[in-house]
Nanobody
Framework: QVELVESGGGFVQAGGSLRLSCTVS????????MAWFRQAPGKEREWVSY????????SSADSVRGRFTISRDNTKNTLFLQMNSLKPEDTAMYFC????????????????WGQGTQVTVSS
């Protein structure tokens, strides 16, 4: 049974930092491309960042580039998202997702999803 479990969300003031984790089980982690998405209330889910299977290739949305860093530890089957200089507009439910189909920004390309972790940034 495939399971993706996010953790690390919480409440933080603007300018603060959080580190999200996504622990994966039930699949060969290093065989999957991974990504973070987020969904704010009343908005569609949006791509945040993705990472290749080895971790050597990453990309992030313009809105978070330079503030968020995606990484992975294939020895621990864990994906990370380091979020610095957080802004109120970063408030959302954050989801990790996995695919074998390659790097992509479209949520429909991802086969497996976690349940999400809430990030709330106050001004």
């Amino acid at each position: 049974q495939v399971e993706l479990v996010e953790s690390g969300g919480g409440f933080v003031q603007a300018g603060g930092s959080l580190r999200l984790s996504c622990t994966v089980s039930g699949l060969t982690f290093d065989g999957f491309y991974m990504a973070w998405f987020r969904q704010a209330p009343g908005k569609e889910r949006e791509w945040v960042s993705y990472i290749s299977r080895s971790g050597g290739i990453t990309s992030s949305a313009d809105s978070v580039r330079g503030r968020f860093t995606i990484s992975r530890d294939n020895t621990k089957n864990t994906l990370f998202l380091q979020m610095n200089s957080l802004k109120p507009e970063d408030t959302a439910m954050y989801f990790c997702a996995a695919t074998t189909g390659g790097l992509g920004m479209d949520e429909h390309e991802y086969n497996y999803w976690g349940q999400g972790t809430q990030v709330t940034v106050s001004s």
